[in-house]
């Protein structure tokens, strides 16, 4: 069909690692129909974002074109991929589509947000295939480190993408469906236009390990521990729960699960009929009753996150349970990169309370849910793409994975977010670039990142602030002197007299030199008051703050 083309745009998680959300598209350029691939969100931190809640990709592009979208696919249940469909759903106004255990997690954050049963469509897996628009779309199974997660056959007039979500290679997974080759080549056979896939483990060299073969260390370490053990991993990853949950049983120990998200993912694993044989688990209030050497708790917080179960633990108590010292703590998962402070921190307080903590240095407690670089030629050679598109991964990640590609004569395009490609005829190319960004998640409102309300409270965290009072009476002159109130600014400063006195000294000085005319005009007089408070704070501090300036008209 001339004149139509097939696109492709990251509006997040191409150039980043989190807040994934990709949309493909087929039409007449600007009347294209749309499909959206997942929604998911990335986590704040007190560096660069203070006080936000949760970070989400700007869908403004999207939200503009709302008419023109046929369906939203969502891969699987992390967080980076779900998170954001409860907030999204109603700008978007199109019907989610996604496997069961996908589904059930999406659906507590739906119904957090009013959304109706029907924005919502379990689908079954390959060679199941759902029609929308121009597009018919397969959810084909892959292994990861959540259930169900899974790669799109992505089917359009202008040839077959695969998405890969994301995955690795694993025959043993312990929960969830193993890595398919055969199910891959099967799928490609027919000829495959563009592979999208995931860059995170690029920089891997070795093949990646099975979920399974962390049992038996796992066991070994848990049955040498003589006091109570905790540990803790990613709440989602739910083979993981089982490895550390049967070890503890085998070891003559009762598991207890803690915090929301753990109960919570266990719970609905069990209802989809994912999760079998799990040991029996107990509430905190019996676990303390249970000898310490009999206990293992199961709990969240792997990341630092400072109102999870790990850190409440580090800092004194959770529900009732105490860690003491002959106590360990076991971090069965990888820092992501970002984390580390919160993590040390918890880990520091743990040691302090004579806690033995065992990090997974030396990869016997824990493996990445990612393809390393081995297991991403196998899927380029099991696929044979025409060209490849690599996502998921920070810009290193990306331009890495292309040539990687090409080690295998696999040619390849980096796209990150707001890049539009054009994927039809036999090579990507550029089509144009939509402007993307951020959106916050603040408190209970959603701000944008260009909106300043974040930069200001950096700037206020960084420096400090003035309030600065006056009030001018009926004839424009002013009633007293100016008055000043400071926040996050030592009380004195160089001169060793107090800041607050000298920065009001400063402004009375100016204040009773000016003329009516300047009094009279606000901007200036607002002007010139901030600039004396900045300029007499940072020559007694060293800091520049941020000013208000309130003046009071009577009339």
Not at 147 to 175: A, N, W
């Amino acid at each position: 069909m001339s004149g139509e083309r097939l696109i492709y745009l990251p509006l997040g998680g191409a150039g980043e690692i989190g807040m994934n959300a990709y949309v493909y598209g087929y039409g007449k350029p600007g009347q294209e129909r749309l499909i959206v691939v997942d929604l998911g969100v990335t986590f704040p931190d007190m560096d660069t974002t203070p006080g936000v809640d949760l970070i989400m990709p700007d869908i403004s592009w999207l939200e503009a074109r709302k008419d023109r979208i046929d369906a939203i696919f969502i891969t699987h249940a992390h967080e980076d991929h779900v998170g954001a469909v409860g907030h999204f759903w109603k700008r978007l106004g199109a019907t989610i589509h996604a496997r069961k255990f996908t589904a059930a997690i999406a659906r507590h954050k739906l119904d957090e947000h009013g959304a109706p049963e029907s924005i919502l469509n379990v689908v079954e897996p390959w060679p199941a295939t759902v029609d929308a628009g121009p597009f018919k779309v397969g959810f084909v199974p892959i292994s990861h480190s959540i259930p169900e997660s899974s790669g799109l056959v992505i089917d359009s007039p202008e040839g077959r993408v695969l998405h890969s979500g994301d995955f690795k290679v694993d025959h043993t997974p312990v929960v969830g469906e193993p890595f398919n080759p055969d199910l891959w080549s099967e799928i490609s056979k027919g000829g495959v236009k563009a592979l999208v896939c995931d860059s995170t483990n690029v920089f891997s060299p070795l093949p990646g390990r099975s979920e399974a073969t962390l049992a038996p260390e796992i066991e070994k370490l848990i049955a040498a521990q003589p006091g109570m053990v905790v540990a803790t991993t990613f709440a989602s990853n739910v083979a993981r729960l089982k490895t550390i949950a049967i070890a503890a049983d085998r070891a003559g120990r009762t598991v207890c699960l803690l915090g929301r998200a753990m109960r919570r993912m266990v719970e609905t694993a069990t209802e989809c009929g994912l999760l079998h044989g799990f040991p029996k688990t107990v509430g905190p209030e019996e676990a303390a009753s249970i000898p310490r050497e009999n206990l293992l708790l199961l709990v969240t917080g792997s990341q630092g996150e400072r109102r999870a179960a790990s850190a409440q633990l580090a800092q004194g108590s959770y529900l009732g349970l105490k860690l003491q010292e002959g106590d360990s703590f076991l971090f069965s998962s990888r820092t992501i990169p970002g984390n580390e402070r919160g993590v040390i921190k918890i880990m520091n307080q743990l040691s302090e309370k004579g806690v033995d903590v065992i990090e997974d240095t030396h990869g016997l407690f824990h493996v990445s849910g990612h393809a390393n670089r081995p297991d991403l030629q196998l899927l380029h050679d099991i696929v044979r793409p025409q060209f490849l598109v690599p996502m998921h991964g920070e810009h290193r990640h990306l331009r890495e994975h292309v040539k990687l590609g090409l080690e295998r004569g696999l040619p390849g395009i980096v796209a990150v977010n707001g890049m539009m490609l054009d994927l039809s005829g036999n090579a990507p190319k550029v089509a144009e670039y939509i402007d993307t960004g951020r959106s916050y998640l603040d408190g209970s409102v959603m701000i944008g990142a260009m909106d300043g309300i974040v930069r200001d409270r950096i700037r206020m965290a960084l420096n400090g602030h003035v309030t600065v009072t006056m009030i001018i009476d009926e004839n424009d002159e002013p009633l007293g002197d100016p008055w000043c109130e400071i926040m996050g600014l030592p009380e004195k400063g160089r001169s060793n007299a107090p800041l607050v006195e000298t920065l009001e000294g400063d402004l009375a000085q100016f204040v009773n030199k000016a003329g009516r005319r300047m009094l009279r005009d606000e901007d200036k007089l607002d002007r010139e008051l901030k600039r004396i408070a900045r300029s007499t704070t940072q020559a007694e501090t060293g800091k520049k703050p941020e000013v208000n300036v309130v003046v009071s008209r009577l009339s």
